[in-house]
């Protein structure tokens, strides 16, 4: 049974740091994507940051230059660092993964953790 776990959510001031971590369960090279999107009520997910097996991560314009996400291999995890944090980027956040199996693509979702930035 595959499992997406977040923790690292919370309340920050404008202007700072939380670092997200979501631990996968299993072999985290199956997974050829694994990203954050977040959600606010009323609105879709959408997608903030993305890692994968081979090449760069990809960032929305929102958060680069902000965002980092990065995979930690020997802990199976993958992290997103958040830096000069404001008041948009506040949500619940998810952690994503796409595993190819034979049948086609299968997405897993964690259960997400909130992230409120407010002074």
């Known amino acids: 049974q595959v499992q997406l776990v977040e923790s690292g959510g919370g309340r920050v001031q404008p202007g700072g740091s939380l670092t997200l971590s979501c631990v996968v369960s299993?072999?985290?090279?199956?997974?050829?994507?694994l990203g954050w999107y977040r959600q606010v009520p009323g609105s879709q997910r959408e997608l903030v940051a993305s890692?994968?097996?081979?090449?760069?991560?990809k960032y929305s314009d929102a958060v680069q230059g902000r965002f980092t996400t990065s995979r930690d291999s020997a802990k199976n995890t993958v992290d997103l660092q958040m830096n000069s944090l404001k008041p948009e980027d506040t949500g619940v956040y998810y952690c994503?993964?796409?595993?190819?199996?034979?049948?086609?693509?299968?997405?897993?979702w964690g259960q997400g953790t909130q992230v409120t930035v407010s002074s």
């Open positions: 890692t994968y097996r081979f090449g760069p991560p």
């Open positions: 299993g072999n985290i090279f199956d997974f050829g994507v």
């Open positions: 994503n993964g796409e595993r190819m199996m034979p049948t086609g693509i299968v997405n897993y």
